[in-house]
């Protein structure tokens, strides 16, 4: 990136930066690898920008804590240009407890990554842990909400996204 990229990137999304030295990339722990990003262990130092603007109870657990840093494998315009779209929805959504939401944005070199809560288990997993369950058991009700808010939480950030 030039550096005339980085200043309005700075600019345009400064409170959700997470300052230099303030975060640790594991490399040699991969969570997730995909067709434009791979997702890397990392550990926080101090409060996310998250906590430091909402400062609740429920984003409390988001200071000096292992994260999620998800890094660009490509970095030209239309990634900037996502990557400010992605900062924007995501500031928009802010804390939902279960939604994996974005901590913050760091410039570790010259790539910026984004950071993310390490989510408990993904949906795969969950679901599969019904598969044994007894019907009375399972928390159908519950279960469902989440779906439901899932998939509108996800239709709201591809709205985000387009616009």
């Known amino acids: 990136m030039s550096p005339e990229e980085i200043a309005e990137m700075k600019s345009k999304s400064d409170e959700m930066m997470i ?7 594991n490399f040699e722990k991969v969570f997730g690898k995909g067709v434009s990003s791979t997702v ?13 603007q909402q400062k609740t109870s429920q984003t409390q657990k988001f ?5 999620a840093v998800k ?10 240009e ?29 790539t910026p990554c984004l950071v993310f809560e ?17 019907a009375e058991a399972m928390p159908y009700q519950k ?9 509108l939480d996800k239709f709201l950030f591809m709205f985000f996204i387009k616009a």
């Open 143 to 151: 279960f469902l909400d989440i779906l439901r808010q899932i998939i």
């Open 71 to 80: 890094v660009t494998n490509k970095f030209g315009q239309t990634e900037v």
């Open 63 to 67: 200071v000096d804590c292992d994260v």
């Open 40 to 52: 890397f262990k990392g550990h926080l130092i101090g409060p996310s920008p998250l906590h430091q």
């Open 82 to 110: 996502q990557l400010f779209k992605e900062i924007d929805a995501m500031k928009k959504m802010g804390y939902h407890e279960n939604v994996m939401c974005m901590l913050g944005w760091a410039l570790p070199g010259d």
């Open 118 to 134: 390490i989510a408990e288990k993904d949906l795969l997993h969950y679901v599969s842990e019904f598969r044994d369950a007894v």
């Open 19 to 25: 300052q230099h030295g303030k975060i640790h990339i």
